[in-house]
Nanobody, 119 residues
């Protein structure tokens, strides 16, 4: 079992930055793989960023490429999402998720943190 707790969301003006954190517990951090997703009002949840299964690479949605960066601190069992040049369309609830296998399915989810970008 893996527990995930996000933090760092808030209200920011367009062009601003936020850093989201996701603290993981319950299982050895190196045995699972992390990603970030988001869900805007009235829309389906969508992929934002993730580590490749090997951990050597990162993947990003086209809409955030060049603006968002996923990173991790293994010593702290924490994954981050640095979000720069934020746009109103980035407004959503952001979720971190963990997968324990190399498929695209994520097995554990956090409760989400709200990010609101004002124009």
């Amino acid at each position: 079992q893996v527990q995930l707790v996000e933090s760092g969301g808030g209200l920011v003006q367009a062009g601003g930055s936020l850093r989201l954190s996701c603290a993981a517990s319950g299982r050895t951090f190196s045995t699972y793989n992390m990603g970030w997703f988001r869900q805007a009002p009235g829309k389906e949840r969508e992929f934002v960023a993730r580590f490749s299964w090997s951990g050597d690479n990162t993947d990003y949605a086209n809409s955030v490429k060049g603006r968002f960066t996923i990173s991790k601190d293994n010593a702290k069992n924490t994954v981050y999402l640095q979000m720069n040049s934020l746009k109103p369309e980035d407004t959503a609830v952001y979720y971190c998720a963990a997968r324990i296998g190399p498929s695209d399915r994520y097995d554990y989810w956090g409760q989400g943190t709200q990010v609101t970008v004002s124009s």
